[in-house]
């Protein structure tokens, strides 16, 4: 079975430009959510989805970042205009309640 | 507000040596806590969690976690460490009763020295 699969796995941009992170979960779960790690801090929770409805998205920093996720299946992170404070890895995951929760690789962005 | 505390920043064990990792949470209810474990380069991988039912929780690559209630803590074991086990640890609790959305500690880094 697949695991949770993100791309890209690098991407580096200069300030002010648009990004757009992409999460495709495992197979069959209901629950994605997207978390972020800014250098030298912890993990934190970004949004959570429920198929394709948003569960909870009191994590989500500013109004610049966007994440929809078309017919419960993959899920997208928009971030526009990119700032520098942007820059850390953000993972994806997904879980089927209340079962363990997975994480994909992550995807490191850097704001330039 | 739900918080997990994880003392060590980084942490050096011989080869075969035992190892404990310590993680200690703050939350009102009877928690899920959950351990993961990140190798360079890699994602996270969950390595065991704690739902309810026996407190000590066996997980992958020989490692287990007891949680104490009224120490407020989960820590991480293994009884002998090997040169792959090198690699950030993470405790985290769920926000809510329904294990969804995850607070993690600031993670520790496990270094072994031959």
């Known amino acids: 079975e697949a695991g949770v699969t993100q791309f890209p796995s690098h991407s580096v941009i200069e300030k002010g430009q648009t990004v757009t992170l992409r999460c495709d979960p495992i197979?069959?779960?209901?629950?994605l959510y997207w978390y972020r790690r800014v250098m030298g801090k912890e993990i934190k929770f970004l949004l959570h989805?429920?198929?394709?409805?948003?569960?909870?998205e009191s994590g989500m920093p500013n109004n610049r970042f966007l994440a929809e996720r078309t017919g419960g299946t993959y899920s997208t992170l928009k971030v526009q205009p990119a700032e520098l404070e942007d820059s850390g890895v953000y993972f994806c995951?997904?879980?089927?309640?209340?079962?363990?929760?997975?994480f994909g690789p992550g995807t490191r962005l850097t704001v330039l | 507000a739900q918080s997990v505390t994880q003392p060590d920043i980084h942490i050096t064990v011989s080869e075969g040596a035992s190892l404990e990792l310590r993680c200690n949470y703050s939350?009102?209810?009877?928690?899920?806590l959950f351990w993961y474990v990140q190798s360079p380069g890699q994602g996270l991988q969950l390595l065991l969690k704690?739902?309810?039912?026996?407190?000590l929780v066996q997980g992958i690559k020989g490692f287990e976690a007891e949680f104490k209630r009224s120490q407020s803590s989960f820590n991480l074991r293994k009884p002998s460490v090997h040169w792959s086990d090198a690699a950030e640890y993470f405790c985290?609790?769920?926000?809510?009763?329904?294990?969804?959305?995850?607070?993690f500690g600031k993670g520790t880094t496990l270094s072994v020295s031959s």
């Open positions: 939350y009102g209810a009877t928690p899920y």
């Open positions: 704690y739902f309810s039912g026996d407190t």
């Open positions: 995951a997904s879980s089927q309640d209340p079962g363990g929760v997975y």
């Open positions: 985290a609790v769920a926000r809510n009763q329904a294990g969804t959305a995850l607070i």
């Open positions: 197979s069959g779960h209901d629950n």
């Open positions: 989805f429920v198929k394709e409805s948003k569960q909870d």
